[in-house]
């Protein structure tokens, strides 16, 4: 089946400091890459939608300068936390759609981030 | 717009009897609907989806899922709830005719928790 890989799984890093976080699609080609952002017991809140080799669609209330997505392969999608403060703490999912659309999306493990 | 109700914060079952997670959604045309499951610290993990054909949707793991159009419900459902099956459920629509790359976002309801009690 496919397979999505986030890495790294746990971060840890000093306020004011930059993190970055990938999303590869394994086993197939995803078009299209999903950013989600998740709080303690609460659902997944969708941050941006990418699609490779053009600029990502932010959904409103994201901070573009903030949270820097890239999609410069059909297998790689990486999110950057740029500055970090511990109010961006939180557990961060990438899911992708490959071309055949199953209708399916393929999540990532997430990652955990804890600014200090 | 499309949306999805988990009107169930929490559920709690005894092991060995049938197990119902509650689902109903709100999209303009047709939907494709999934469940998912996640684990502490974990991504999701798809359980089954309708996209089209049979109501009844069989998944992962002895899970499935009726589709009623009439009630725009898409319930979860096990005969059997093991320990193992503790865990968060979301339900997720995506309107079929949503043209564009937002046509492929899914909107998730707020997650439904399962305790299975031994």
């Known amino acids: 089946g496919a397979v999505v890989s986030q890495h790294p799984s746990w971060v840890i890093c000093k306020s004011g400091t930059s993190v970055k976080i990938e999303c590869r699609s394994l086993?197939?080609?995803?078009?299209?890459m999903f950013w989600y952002r998740q709080f303690p017991k609460q659902s997944l809140m969708l941050m941006a939608t990418?699609?490779?080799?053009?600029?990502?669609?932010?959904e409103q209330g994201v901070e573009k300068d903030k949270f820097l997505i890239n999609h410069a392969s059909l297998t790689l999608s990486t999110l950057t936390v740029t500055s970090a403060h511990p109010e961006d703490s939180s557990f961060y999912i990438c899911s992708a759609r490959d071309r055949e659309d199953t209708g399916e999306l393929f999540f990532g493990e997430g990652s955990r981030l804890t600014v200090l | 717009a499309q949306s999805v109700a988990q009107p169930e914060d929490q559920v709690n079952v005894a092991e060995g009897n049938p197990l119902t997670v509650k689902c109903t959604y709100s999209?303009?045309?047709?939907?494709?609907l999934f469940w998912y499951v996640q684990y502490p610290n974990r991504g999701l993990q798809f359980l089954l989806k309708?996209?089209?054909?049979?109501?009844l949707v069989k998944g992962s793991y002895g899970f499935e899922a009726e589709f009623n159009k009439s009630q725009t419900s898409f319930h979860l459902k096990k005969p059997s709830a093991l320990v193992s099956d503790s865990a968060l459920y979301f339900c997720?629509?995506?309107?079929?005719?949503?043209?564009?790359?937002?046509?492929?976002?899914?909107?998730f309801g707020k997650g439904t928790k399962l305790s299975v009690i031994p």
């Open positions: 990418s699609n490779e080799g053009s600029k990502a669609t932010y």
């Open positions: 997720a629509v995506r309107d079929r005719f949503v043209s564009g790359a937002g046509s492929y976002q899914l909107t």
């Open positions: 999209v303009s045309g047709n939907p494709y």
């Open positions: 086993d197939f080609q995803a078009t299209t």
């Open positions: 309708y996209i089209t054909g049979d109501n």
